[in-house]
C-alpha cells in the first residue's frame, strides 16, 4: 500500500507555469510506475505524464513539449513541471503509483490538486 498526497495546484493565467508535487509514503516494493493525471469537468481521467521504473518517460500529447515529470532518487516523490498552461489544462491532476502485484497492476491514486489556468 501506497499513500499518496499531491499539492502545488493553483490558479495561474493562460501562459504561466506551475509545479506540482507528489509525496508518497508505504511499501515501493514493486514499484511499476509513477504517473500524472488529470480530469476536468464532465470528462475522463486521462494520464498526462508517466515515468516507468528504469527510467522510462511518456507524455501525452497534450503534455509533451509543455510539462516534465521527474522524480527524486528514493522514487518517494514526483514532480510536474508545467508551462505555457492554457484554458484547457484546467483540471483536477492526480498522482499514481502504480504496483506490480500477483501479475496485476495495482494503482494507488492521491486526493487530486486543483489548476485552473484562466483566459
Known amino acids: 500500500q501506497v499513500n499518496v498526497v499531491e499539492s502545488g495546484g493553483a490558479s495561474v493565467p493562460a501562459g504561466g507555469s506551475l509545479s506540482l508535487s507528489c509525496a508518497a509514503s508505504?511499501?515501493?516494493?514493486?514499484?511499476?510506475?509513477m504517473a500524472w493525471h488529470r480530469q476536468a469537468p464532465g470528462r475522463q481521467r486521462q494520464m498526462v505524464a508517466r515515468?516507468?521504473?528504469?527510467?522510462?518517460?511518456y507524455y501525452e500529447d497534450c503534455a509533451k513539449g509543455r510539462f516534465t515529470i521527474s522524480t527524486n532518487g528514493a522514487k518517494n516523490t514526483v514532480y510536474l513541471q508545467m508551462r505555457s498552461l492554457k484554458p484547457e489544462d484546467t483540471a483536477v491532476y492526480y498522482c499514481?503509483?502504480?504496483?506490480?502485484?500477483?501479475?496485476?497492476?495495482?494503482?494507488?491514486w492521491g486526493q487530486g490538486t486543483q489548476v485552473t489556468v484562466s483566459a
Open positions: 499514481d503509483y502504480i504496483m506490480r502485484a500477483r501479475g496485476d497492476l495495482h494503482h494507488n
Open positions: 508505504g511499501n515501493f516494493d514493486g514499484l511499476f510506475a
Open positions: 515515468i516507468i521504473e528504469g527510467g522510462l518517460v
